[in-house]
């Protein structure tokens, strides 16, 4: 309970009740209003600084979280722009939205758009800039055509491979702040990294080692992916995740990376493809282990809320990861399933492709970390980390001879 103190309520009450004392009765009322307005201002604190904590613990989407706003909202709306476009990942987005506006009591509300409802996916971050779009949730990937350390704040071949360890990386290393700065600069506001689920790699053609991809046509979302697969003689092509399945139907290409199993199989690619290739046991995919999605708003929106409301969609944010994450890992469960009843085969890498794509991908690393210095400061901050007792991902006679332009 709160420790509001106001006038004491009893002693009012017994002014009013003598009907002789009609001329008390002013006192009593004040007294009891005084005391609700204090609690309503109690509450309304409380929420807007802890609601979001407990939305995050209950889930985003769910009916019982916590009401934040004040009775008379503002009723601001943004038109947020997914990079989704269709299937499980897309539903579990506008469901978040839909929550938002009674979350806030009606201060904000989200009205949702799928992959290119608006514009298309390359045009995100124009849109939020111009203000075509309020808000977005791209693969974060697609930043680095603007922003070159971007291909740091999503996972990269071999790099840093569990959601928790971006996790680290963004809330204990410093490297929320690092990138928004990064997007400050061009006029965005970077609220925070969504995980949803590793890549995997569909083909028409089994994929059973590295050697396999040599002169597979092949689509990958560019940057330092794509030449890590070039470096093992595929022949790359970027597309838009709303045109793998036409590409891969038309022959256009015969391989293609995306997003998890639950999402692909949604979007109809055991149709188009006979086999997934996959890493080792317990390691899903080794170019993107962890492909990070965010939260990202025009400046202009940004700074329009309040502090309380800025407060509010950065916690509902993380809680947005959290639930995006885990309904996607339960939706992968059901499609295996579908796709072993389909006649799709599971192929894996070995340990021995491990070292081999590890040799290719260390100097592409460097390169990608030495185009300008907030790449390298922020690869530094994750290959310091890899190369710590937390976890030895990279061991010195790795990157020997290797060196960074800090």
């Known amino acids: 309970m709160s420790n509001i103190k106001g006038p004491d309520i ?38 807007l600084a802890a609601g979001g904590i407990v939305g995050g613990l209950a889930g985003a989407a769910s009916l019982g979280a916590p009401y934040v706003g004040t009775a008379k909202a503002a009723g601001t709306t943004w038109k947020i722009q997914t990079s989704w476009p269709g299937g499980v990942g897309l539903q ?39 203000g075509v779009l309020e808000a977005v949730n791209p693969f974060t990937i697609y930043v680095q055509g603007i922003i070159p350390a971007g291909v740091f704040l999503t996972s990269y071949p071999l790099g840093l491979r569990n959601p928790h360890e971006f996790d680290t990386f963004y809330y204990g290393l410093g490297g929320l702040e690092m990138a928004r700065e990064l ?5 965005m506001y970077f609220v925070g990294p969504v995980h949803h689920d590793a890549n995997i790699i569909h083909s028409k053609v089994p ?40 590409a891969l139907e038309k022959g256009t290409i015969d391989v293609a990376d ?21 890493g080792p046991p317990g390691f899903m995919s080794l170019y993107q282990p962890v492909d990070i999605m965010d939260i990202t708003v025009g400046m202009n929106a940004w700074n329009a809320l309040s502090p309380q409301m800025k407060q509010f969609v950065e916690l509902e944010t993380r809680s947005y990861s959290l ?32 070292a081999l794509m590890t040799e290719v991908a260390v100097p592409i690393w460097y390169k990608y970390a030495n185009r300008d210095k907030p790449s390298a400061r922020i690869f530094k901050t994750q290959l310091d980390y890899m190369m710590s007792g937390s976890l030895g991902y990279v061991t010195p006679d790795i990157v020997e001879g290797m060196e960074l332009d800090l």
């Open 10 to 47: 009893r002693d009012a009450r017994k002014q009013a009740a003598h009907p002789e004392a009609a001329d008390r009765t002013t006192p009593f009322r004040e007294a009891v209003e005084g005391v609700v307005t204090a609690r309503r201002q109690f509450l309304k604190n409380s929420v």
């Open 92 to 130: 579990i987005f506008k469901d978040w939205c839909a929550t938002i506006e009674e979350k806030t009591g009606g201060e904000l509300a989200f009205q949702p758009f799928g992959a290119n409802d608006v514009v298309g996916d390359f045009q995100l971050f124009d849109a939020v800039k111009n």
């Open 183 to 187: 997007y400050a600069a061009q006029g």
């Open 207 to 246: 994929i059973r080692s590295v050697d396999d991809f040599r002169g597979r046509k092949m689509r990958l979302p560019g940057g330092m992916v794509a030449e890590v697969f070039q470096g093992l003689g595929a022949k790359t092509t970027v597309l838009p995740g709303s045109e793998i399945f036409p």
């Open 258 to 278: 995306y997003t998890g199993p639950a999402v692909n199989y949604a979007l109809g690619f055991s149709q188009v493809t006979k086999y997934i290739s996959m």
């Open 323 to 354: 639930e995006h994450h885990a309904k996607i890992q339960k939706a992968n469960q059901e499609a295996w399933k579908k796709f072993e009843a389909d006649g799709t085969e599971v192929t894996r890498l070995t340990q021995d492709d491990v």
